[in-house]
């Protein structure tokens, strides 16, 4: 089992700045990606970044290329979500995952992040 506890999230006015982090535990030598996924009230979760744990490759959602940047410390086995130039529409709930080598999916909690016009 891996354990993701998620931290970080708040209020931010619109162009402002937040760092999620996600701290995990247990099982880590069995993760081969973490990420970060989104939901927002009445919408279904979606894909926002992933990072390999090892060598570091790293993907992201289309709508946040250039503006979110996805880091992992693996001695601290802890992966960050950096977001600038935030806007309305990146309010959702940010759910840290962990993905085994065996395509097992882990889930965090949850932070809330909300960002004003």
């Known amino acids: 089992q891996v354990q993701l506890v998620e931290s970080g999230g708040g209020l931010v006015q619109t162009g402002g700045s937040l760092r999620l982090s996600c701290a995990a535990s247990g099982r880590t030598f069995s993760i081969y990606t973490t990420g970060w996924f989104r939901q927002a009230p009445g919408k279904e979760r979606e894909f926002v970044a992933t990072i390999r744990w090892s060598g570091g490759s790293t993907y992201y959602t289309d709508s946040v290329k250039g503006r979110f940047t996805i880091s992992r410390d693996n001695a601290k086995n802890t992966v960050y979500l950096q977001m600038n130039n935030l806007k309305p529409e990146d309010t959702a709930v940010y759910y840290c995952?962990?993905?085994?080598?065996?395509?097992?999916?882990?889930w965090g909690q949850g932070t809330q992040v909300t960002v004003s016009s």
């Open positions: 995952n962990a993905r085994s080598s065996r395509s097992q999916d882990y």
